[in-house]
């Protein structure tokens, strides 16, 4: 047996409080509580009430003063919790406390509220560029974002197509990663738009737009994202004009913004199910090296991977570091113009004294080693998924490292992986 507390309110449609009717206003107090509660609102169908009051629904009484109530069932460790809350939100009506026992509590996990709506989570007036737009303003209205794509609208702001950095790099020219570009040096930027300056929006963008109306569920958008593949959708009103651009970005702060604590409730010996661990589903296949590996191998490594990363680890298998292009970037300053021609993923520029013996030489004599971040964010594989969201949300992160107790290296989690078992696509 678990032992649950029944409050239970008895009220009617006139109650308010702050303006809302109270039954609305107790559903969003518990809901923010984000405790494993259940909660009902019924309408009765006749009542009377204090002050001599008669509500009917018969048409010849009709009242707009239905009786109503609100049952709500909590574990009763988190009475006194809700109680407290509670007091002063019930200027009219009766509120009961029962015990209850009960003989099993069972949930399912769900990635984000199924009432959400497009519009409740898109950010709102994004930037955009028009077909005409110069490539160099479209990048550079990219440089200072955390995000990497546009939406291209006509004469009437309706969405023709999306510019993303893949189009820039694949079929503007782009030579190297906006991210990377914006740690270059003043020079090697202005270099790059200025290239880029003579094509326009149209040439490159991605057409037709997959959007998505601002009234539809949120759910649908995001089935809508992982079907197709995209990381954005343009928004758009009624009339088909851009109304805001929904991100993974967006869908993860919401999942951080209404996620209770599935955890504590599993501890509170509430069985929950569809619970998602990073083991479940990090990504095995990650690329490793040793830390004497030549760079002109990671290099390979990097290129041939969508996760864009190699891990560095010793002959136990325990994680030393995480190699990105970033790193390479970082370690290597401008001043040899034969890096350019490397893969899009690695073109990265080195300083004047570190390739004296030529790019090839330098490339051979460089080891993971030298080059790697040993300054790293990692988890378990026990972590549940909606964790690591907040993990990566909170710092700035496309990926994770996934480690054993022992702190040998398991594999990576991306935001495409957690997006898809958050949202129960790879069952």
């Known amino acids: 047996m678990l032992n649950y507390k029944a409050i239970e309110i008895f009220t009617s449609e006139a109650a308010r409080h702050r303006n809302k009717p109270v039954a609305d206003a107790v559903m969003q107090y518990i809901r923010d509580l984000k405790l494993a509660a259940r909660c009902i609102v019924t309408r009765g169908i006749a009542g009377c009430y204090e002050s001599g009051e008669l509500a009917t629904g018969r048409l010849e009484i009709l009242s707009l003063n239905m009786p109503i109530r609100i049952y709500i069932v909590i574990p009763a460790a988190e009475t006194e919790r809700v109680l407290n809350g509670?007091?002063?939100?019930?200027?009219?009506?009766?509120?009961?406390?029962?015990?209850?026992?009960?003989?099993?509590?069972?949930?399912?996990?769900?990635?984000?509220?199924?009432?959400?709506?497009?519009?409740?989570?898109?950010?709102?007036?994004?930037?955009?560029?028009?077909?005409?737009?110069?490539?160099?303003?479209?990048?550079?209205?990219?440089?200072?974002?955390?995000?990497?794509?546009?939406?291209?609208?006509?004469?009437?702001?309706?969405p023709i197509g999306v510019i993303?950095?893949?189009?820039?790099?694949?079929?503007?020219?782009?030579?190297?990663?906006?991210?990377?570009?914006?740690?270059?040096?003043?020079?090697?930027?202005?270099a790059v738009l200025n290239q880029l300056a003579s094509r326009q929006a149209a040439e490159v963008m991605t057409t037709p737009a997959v959007m998505i109306a601002e009234n539809r569920p949120l759910a649908e958008a995001v089935d809508l994202?992982?079907?197709?593949?995209?990381?954005?959708?343009?928004?758009?009103?009624?009339?088909?004009?851009?109304?805001?651009?929904?991100?993974?970005?967006?869908?993860?702060?919401?999942?951080?913004?209404?996620?209770?604590?599935?955890?504590?409730?599993?501890?509170?010996?509430?069985?929950?199910?569809?619970?998602?661990?990073?083991?479940?589903?990090?990504?095995?296949?990650?690329?490793?090296?040793s830390p004497e590996t030549p760079l002109d191998g990671v290099m390979r490594l990097i290129d041939s991977s969508d996760i864009q990363r190699v891990a560095v680890v010793d002959p136990e298998g325990n994680l030393l570091g995480v190699i990105a292009d970033?790193?390479?970037?970082?370690?290597?300053?401008?001043?040899?113009?034969?890096?350019?021609?490397?893969?899009?993923?690695?073109?990265?520029?080195?300083?004047?004294?570190?390739?004296?013996?030529?790019?090839?030489?330098?490339?051979?004599?460089?080891?993971?080693?030298?080059?790697?971040t040993t300054k790293l964010i990692t988890v378990r594989e026990e972590m549940m998924i909606e964790a690591a969201i907040g993990l990566m949300v909170d710092k700035g992160l496309k990926r994770l490292p996934v480690v054993d107790a022992a702190g040998r290296f398991k594999g990576m989690v991306s935001r495409d992986s957690l997006l898809r078992a958050g949202f129960g696509m790879d069952d």
């Open 164 to 190: 993303t950095q893949g189009d820039l790099i694949r079929k503007g020219g782009l030579p190297l990663r906006l991210g990377l570009l914006a740690e270059s040096d003043k020079d090697r930027r202005e």
């Open 225 to 289: 994202m992982l079907a197709k593949g995209v990381k954005r959708l343009p928004v758009v009103d009624e009339k088909g004009r851009l109304s805001g651009m929904l991100s993974r970005l967006d869908i993860f702060r919401t999942v951080m913004r209404e996620a209770p604590d599935w955890h504590a409730f599993s501890a509170q010996k509430i069985e929950v199910g569809h619970l998602r661990r990073v083991g479940d589903i990090l990504r095995r296949d990650t690329h490793t090296v």
């Open 326 to 372: 970033r790193d390479l970037l970082r370690y290597f300053k401008s001043g040899q113009e034969g890096i350019w021609h490397l893969p899009a993923k690695v073109r990265h520029a080195f300083k004047p004294d570190a390739c004296r013996g030529g790019l090839q030489r330098c490339l051979t004599e460089t080891t993971a080693g030298t080059v790697m």
């Open 86 to 158: 509670m007091n002063g939100m019930i200027d009219d009506g009766i509120v009961v406390l029962h015990d209850l026992s009960v003989l099993s509590h069972r949930a399912r996990n769900t990635f984000f509220p199924r009432q959400l709506m497009v519009r409740d989570v898109m950010t709102s007036e994004p930037k955009s560029v028009t077909a005409t737009t110069p490539l160099s303003d479209t990048a550079k209205l990219l440089l200072p974002s955390i995000f990497t794509g546009l939406p291209v609208l006509d004469g009437r702001r309706r």
